[in-house]
């Protein structure tokens, strides 16, 4: 019997995702969300190059939205997109963005 090695793959990362912490599940299921809105062509989601102060701009929004953010410290100047000293929930939720934009620009390619 043939398998076919990507829906290995997604079966893989669907599992994987499970395993996710429950407070990263929580902020991940809002990650999904905010990508759920941008699947449309010409998106962000989409562009050959996204651009890294508009995925900034998106953790940001979703880490306004935490109920919870004070257990990590805040970027001092939440205006500034390229601000370095960065808190590392925020980091971690522009990565799980990123992991989500490739997970659903190969489903797009490869499922179209």
């Known amino acids: ?42 998106s962000i989601m989409y562009d050959e190059y996204p651009d890294k102060a508009r995925i900034r701009l998106m953790a940001l929004d979703i880490y306004n939205s935490l109920s919870c953010p004070e257990l990590y410290s805040h970027p001092a100047d939440n205006t500034t997109v390229s601000n370095s000293a960065c808190c590392p929930l925020l980091e971690l939720i522009e990565v799980l963005i990123l992991n989500e934009f490739i997970y659903r620009r190969i489903r797009r390619r490869n499922f179209q």
């Open 1 to 42: 019997m043939f398998t076919n090695p990507l829906n290995d793959a997604y079966n893989d990362i669907l599992y994987f995702r499970t395993l996710y912490p429950e407070s990263i599940s929580h902020i991940f299921a809002m990650v999904s969300d905010y990508s759920d809105k941008l699947e449309y062509d010409k």
